[in-house]
């Protein structure tokens, strides 16, 4: 009788994979436009950091700033319904996505509309950057002056984030003529902290800072040569959790076979089951020169299937298109990134097909890469490794980015996004805050653990990705101990994530997300996986040397985590399930949150360890040794049930295997 019952469980959530979603609310605050006689102000393009406390005089003269104009929906709430429908089992829409072209058609601005901004912008002696083919938004560019003049401001430099960065003054504002076509207005630069999620084994930092080196590293106090699986070489450490003295050392850098064997995923390989058929795609700034190269010579090295032209396709700008890059951390900053994508996706889903779209830049350039996917429906899975500060970005580009998701979910698209390396944002923000865009309702936030894979590929333990370095340091008397109690004082990395300031609570996650939690608001993330880079993902690259020329350097491996880990590990998840399934999940949360209500066991609920999980870490550069704290993540926690740091948990192929030997 027992085993009837969890014989219908199965179905009942195989159903839900397939067939279910639940109601989705959003309330968002948009941008605010108060009509002036002639002219119309956008209150919500000045953003929260443009304070005169920061305010650092006129911008740079001889500098260009990006611009963004974002035109409304033609009809905002019924392009609203319709995500909701196509997502919703009960309702008589449900799978009824549109195409691009009947998206467009009903809900974009109309052309006349989009040329008339166009044709303004170009009087002013604005340059042109893009307009995508749902006439969203117009991305141009100008000098401070130009910009200044045309909206009825003054452009200045702000300190912010240990950078200046330009902003108006006061409320851009446009005529009337033209402002009564227009919802929103960019004409600042937060958009350029978009930075990669990911973090790179020894950047001994929460924003991924790295080590300065010395002339010479000291001799360490302990030698802790990596681990190739949890417990391969243990250490004797002064005293720790529960008095324990012997942890293990680092990882250094699992491979594509470990991921799928720690994840289940191995039976569904030999049964064919790796992602054949299903499209992910991937959206970074920039392009590396030699990613088709460096997959392969990895792919060789660790025995796996190079790609092919059919495997692999990207759409990038040439290299004389990119633009902001010393704003936006160069190529090389996001060359690392895209490697990351590329190798883990191909890792845990072999023969999915990967689409990589290059923006020209970290602001506008990533919205065209996004609309080349969505104006085409090139994928329905998408991954995007980056992230906003907190969400201190203006309410109009909020806006903006949410039509954006909109069109991907009534499409049936599935977004997903890392929710971030810097945990609650305390240090940079001075209060907590989610990342956006991780923190909208409408995609799927990927939030991060640490994983101890042991040495027959099997999931040790897993617990909340959160770092905490405390020094291991010679005394006078020859003994060792620690420089600070435990855990330590440096936080070197830990998922994102937490209650929105901007976004209410959707359907999916009422009577899940604890009501303390929530607040009435979105929490974030959504779903886990591996991110700790001290539990991390080997990867391979020839890393670019010059950012001018783009030259490369010899091939070598690296070791790299963070959530921009973990989103493409969940998209390639996605992958398998929908090929398994022989569905299209779409815009995910509604589905990832029923399956919770009927199977719970669909995930693994990532836990606080006890005692504590650790690992011994040597700096190559510095040479000091550190124990490594797990489940540190600032003020987030792991909890029974949904937590900030991992959410629902990470994904378990149990259900997906009981599928695949056709039990359904």
């Not at 330009?166 to 033209?178: D, N």
Request: glycine share 12%.
């Amino acid at each position: 009788m027992a085993q009837r019952t969890t014989g219908s469980l199965h179905k009942r959530a195989l159903g839900i994979i397939a067939t279910t979603s639940a109601v989705v609310a959003l309330s968002l605050a948009g941008a605010s436009a108060a009509n002036a006689a002639d002219r119309v102000t956008y209150a919500g393009s000045v953003p929260s950091w443009a304070t005169a406390a920061n305010d650092a005089g006129a911008a740079p003269a001889d500098a260009t700033v990006e611009g963004e104009i974002y035109l409304p929906l033609r009809d905002q709430a019924g392009a609203e319904a319709l995500a909701k429908a196509v997502s919703n089992p009960l309702d008589r829409g449900y799978r009824k996505a549109l195409n691009p072209k009947q998206w467009i058609d009903r809900f974009s601005p109309t052309q006349a509309d989009s040329d008339a901004v166009v044709s303004f912008l170009k009087a002013a002696g604005l340059t042109i950057s893009a307009v995508p083919a749902s006439r969203q938004y117009v991305v141009f560019r100008g000098t401070p002056d130009q910009l200044g003049s045309i909206f009825g401001t003054s452009l200045h430099a702000f300190n912010y984030a240990g950078r200046q960065l330009v902003a108006p003054a006061s409320a851009p504002s446009l005529p009337t003529s033209i402002g009564g076509k227009v919802s929103g207005v960019s004409i600042e630069q937060s958009r350029t902290l978009t930075r990669p999620d990911s973090i790179k084994q020894g950047d001994l930092g929460p924003s991924g800072a790295p080590q300065v080196a010395r002339k010479a590293a000291a001799a360490p106090v302990i030698q802790t040569p990596c681990s190739h699986y949890y417990g391969e070489h243990t250490v004797t450490v002064p005293p720790a959790y529960n008095g324990n003295t012997q942890y293990s050392t680092y990882n250094c850098g699992y491979t594509p076979q470990q991921l799928r064997s720690a994840y289940g995923l191995n039976d569904l390989g030999k049964r064919g089951i790796n992602g054949s058929g299903q499209t992910v795609a991937i959206i970074d700034a920039y392009a590396s020169p030699t990613i088709v190269k460096d997959v392969n010579s990895y792919s060789q090295q660790n025995g796996e299937p190079g790609l092919t032209n059919s495997s692999y396709q990207q759409l990038v700008p040439s290299p004389s298109e990119f633009v902001d890059q010393e704003l936006c951390q160069y190529p090389s900053g996001w060359q690392g990134e895209q490697t990351l994508d590329v190798e883990s996706v191909h890792a845990v889903a072999p023969g999915a097909r990967i689409l990589y779209v290059g923006g020209f830049n970290c602001g506008g350039g990533l919205d065209v890469a996004m609309s080349k996917i969505l104006d085409n429906k090139l994928a329905n899975i998408v991954s995007n490794s980056y992230g906003n500060v907190g969400e201190a970005v203006p309410a109009d580009v909020i806006q903006g980015e949410v039509n954006l998701q909109l069109q991907a979910a009534g499409e049936g698209i599935g977004l997903y996004f890392s929710s971030g390396d810097n945990g609650d944002e305390v240090a940079n923000l001075g209060y907590p805050s989610p990342d956006f865009p991780a923190s909208s309702p409408w995609v799927t936030s990927v939030g991060g653990t640490s994983t101890g894979i042991d040495k027959n590929g099997k999931i040790a333990w897993e617990t909340g990705w959160g770092d905490q370095f405390d020094q291991i340091v010679k005394n006078a008397d020859g003994t060792l101990s620690y420089a600070q109690p435990l855990p330590g004082t440096r936080f070197v990395g830990g998922a994102g994530g937490g209650t929105s300031a901007v976004f209410a609570q959707p359907g999916y996650q009422r009577g899940i997300v604890p009501a303390a939690l929530a607040n009435g608001k979105r929490v974030s993330p959504d779903v886990a996986a591996l991110a700790d880079p001290y539990t991390g993902f080997l990867i391979g690259i020839r890393p670019i040397i010059d950012d001018t020329t783009l030259a490369t350097g010899d091939y070598i491996n690296e070791t790299y985590g963070g959530t921009s880990l973990a989103s493409p590990i969940v998209a390639a998840q996605i992958a398998i399930v929908q090929q398994a399934t022989r569905s299209t999940i779409g815009f995910a949360n509604p589905t990832l949150y029923g399956v919770k209500r009927i199977l719970p066991n669909a995930f693994r609920d990532v836990l606080p360890q006890n005692p504590t999980q650790a690992l011994v870490y040597t700096s190559a550069i510095s040479g000091n040794t550190y124990l490594v704290s797990m489940d540190q993540d600032t003020s987030l926690k792991t909890a029974k049930g949904y937590d900030p740091v991992t959410g629902l948990g990470g994904v378990s192929f149990d259900l997906l295997s009981w599928v695949a030997q056709g039990r359904h």
